[in-house]
């Protein structure tokens, strides 16, 4: 497709369901990234895939969650165990690749609204 | 204190004003400047990249870059109804790593 694709748009979990949040990214993209966007508030990063590589995930919040990009495309964010603080929309973007020129410029998807009750 | 500082708004201003909008950083190693907007229930769309000081216009929009004083600054001409959104600024910390703002909300009133 033309941009980045997310899905589902909305997710609504009882708490303690594990959840699984896609993203495919723009066609050719190597970089995929991962933020966490709660009400009010500009995204935080949550980790970074380079193809199928996880090279940084520094950002995620507990053991609970955890991402993959087995193929280095469609890309996965899952959170086991959710708890009523993971509410937030889940942003993917991706970006050609790392460097100048602007190839770092991310795009974004519209994102997943997470609510846990 | 966050490493990216930038006011919530809400900022309303009436149809045809010149609208500013500004953050703050505190990481002298930031070269990599952009602008996002992010209508509601939409993912943020990039209007404006710059790297390091300097001025850069496109359009209805300037963004300004000022490394010495840690500032930047988008400025949006003759604004329109269809501007209203948040407007969030964010920065590259190393390769990849993108900083943001909070976002300011933005109200045109036609």
């Known amino acids: 497709g033309a941009g980045v694709s997310q899905s589902p748009r909305y997710k609504v979990a009882k708490r303690g369901q594990d959840v699984a949040l896609r993203c495919d990214p723009i066609?050719?993209?190597?970089?995929l990234f991962w933020y966490q966007q709660a009400l009010g508030q500009g995204p935080e990063f949550l980790t970074y895939?380079?193809?199928?590589?996880?090279?940084?995930k520094s950002g995620l919040p507990s053991d609970r969650f955890f991402a993959e990009r087995p193929e280095g495309s469609v890309s996965t964010l899952k959170i086991q165990r959710t708890q009523q603080e993971d509410s937030a929309v889940y942003l993917c973007a991706s970006s050609l690749a790392l460097g100048q020129n602007m190839k770092n410029i991310q795009y974004f998807g519209a994102g997943t609204r997470l609510s846990v009750l | 204190q966050k490493e990216v500082e930038q006011d919530p708004g809400p900022l309303s201003v009436p149809e045809g004003a010149i609208v500013s909008l500004n953050c703050t950083y505190s990481?002298?190693?930031?070269?990599?400047f952009m602008w996002y907007r992010q209508y509601s229930r939409k993912g943020p769309e990039l209007l404006m990249y710059t790297y390091s000081s300097g001025n850069k216009e496109d359009g209805r929009f300037t963004a300004q870059v000022d490394k010495s004083s840690k500032y930047i600054s988008l400025f949006i001409r003759d604004s329109q109804p269809s501007d209203s959104a948040t407007y969030l600024c964010?920065?590259?910390?190393?390769?990849?790593?993108?900083?943001f703002g909070t976002g300011t909300r933005l109200k045109v009133l036609a």
């Open positions: 066609s050719g993209h190597v970089s």
């Open positions: 990481n002298s190693a930031f070269q990599y």
């Open positions: 964010a920065m590259i910390s190393g390769t990849y790593k993108y900083i």
């Open positions: 895939f380079q193809n199928e590589a996880q090279l940084d």
